[in-house]
């Protein structure tokens, strides 16, 4: 079992930035990658973005892509996502998740995650 919580969603307006962390504990010797997601209401949730636990190999969604950075810290476990540029269109419920084992395939298909965090809101204001 793997444990995520996320941390660090809040307002901010339009323009601004915003770093949400993602702490993992229990068996994260097994993870393969960690990735973000986002949902907005009444929208399915989205691919944000994703790093390779040992290689740090990185992939984002064009929508966010030049504005959003997803990094790691190996030693905490924490996995973070500095948001640059916000838009209202960025308004939503962020998730954390984890692949464990190994590549399972697309990533940017939330049924090959195998754990996730409890969401944290990001709100921009226009």
């Known amino acids: 079992q793997v444990q995520l919580v996320e941390s660090g969603g809040g307002l901010v307006q339009a323009g601004g930035s915003l770093r949400l962390s993602c702490a993992a504990s229990?068996?994260?010797?097994?993870?393969?990658?960690m990735g973000w997601f986002r949902q907005a209401p009444g929208k399915e949730r989205e691919f944000v973005t994703i790093?390779?636990?040992?290689?740090?190999?990185?992939s984002y969604a064009d929508s966010v892509k030049g504005r959003f950075t997803i990094s790691k810290d190996n030693a905490k476990n924490t996995v973070y996502l500095q948001m640059n540029s916000l838009k209202p269109e960025d308004t939503a419920v962020y998730y954390c998740?984890?692949?464990?084992?190994?590549?399972?395939?697309?990533?940017?298909?939330?049924?090959?995650?195998?754990?996730w965090g409890q969401g944290t809101q990001v709100t921009v204001s226009s």
């Open positions: 790093i390779r636990w040992s290689e740090g190999i990185t």
């Open positions: 229990g068996r994260t010797f097994s993870m393969y990658a």
């Open positions: 998740a984890a692949v464990t084992g190994r590549y399972k395939g697309r990533y940017n298909y939330d049924g090959n995650y195998d754990y």
